[in-house]
């Protein structure tokens, strides 16, 4: 029988037992029991008239960095499509709609605070959402015919092209709304 498993145990058995009935052990005035370090309970900050950093938000330029983005898109959409001269003038009608879209986008966001350094109100925050929402839903009804008819002419993998990329895109925008 080999005893030298039981030999290294049994040390680290008499620690593990020795430290168990350290902590066990009731605290005394000689005996103050264990002391673990605590951190002190947070102090609340002293009342000054200074408020520090305000963050600062611009709806505007977020308006702007959204167009932008979606102007991007439609150049990458027609270069991964590869349309061929027929679908040419339905994407070129597609793209006058989408631009006139964006223009007036552009406008709105010209309307939005440049900096906003405190928090809208609730009803602030309802009415500049509904603007936005009546906003987008007249550009999707601007765009809509031509992009059904742009739609209608693209081939099997030219559609699913355009049926990937606009579920990655609601994806990321429908996890971030549903979490």
């Known amino acids: 029988m080999n005893f030298r498993p039981l030999l290294v145990a049994l ?10 009935a350290w902590f066990a052990m009731p ?6 029991g264990p002391q673990l370090a605590q ?3 947070a102090q609340p900050p002293a009342a000054s ?11 505007q330029k977020a308006c702007y960095d959204r167009n932008a983005r979606a102007i991007g898109h439609r150049a990458y959409m027609k270069a991964r499509l590869d349309l061929t001269p027929q679908q040419m003038p339905l994407w ?9 879209a964006s ?19 609730l009803t602030d ?18 765009v809509k015919p031509s992009l059904t008819a ?27 709304h549903h979490r």
């Open 92 to 100: 070129n009608a597609f793209e006058k709609a989408s631009d006139d």
């Open 11 to 20: 040390p680290v058995s008499l620690i593990a037992a020795a430290g168990v």
């Open 150 to 176: 742009l739609y209608a002419s693209l081939t099997p993998e030219q559609k699913e092209i355009v049926d990937s990329a606009g579920n990655r895109r609601m994806g990321r925008h429908g996890q971030r």
């Open 27 to 32: 605290a005394t005035a000689n005996n103050p």
């Open 103 to 121: 223009a007036k986008q552009k406008a709105r966001c010209a309307t939005l605070p440049a900096e906003m350094t405190e928090q809208p109100s």
């Open 49 to 59: 008239t200074d408020t520090g950093p305000q963050r600062s938000f611009s709806p």
């Open 39 to 41: 951190t002190q309970p």
């Open 125 to 142: 925050r309802m009415n500049r959402r509904e603007d936005a929402m009546k906003a987008r839903l007249e550009a999707i009804q601007a």
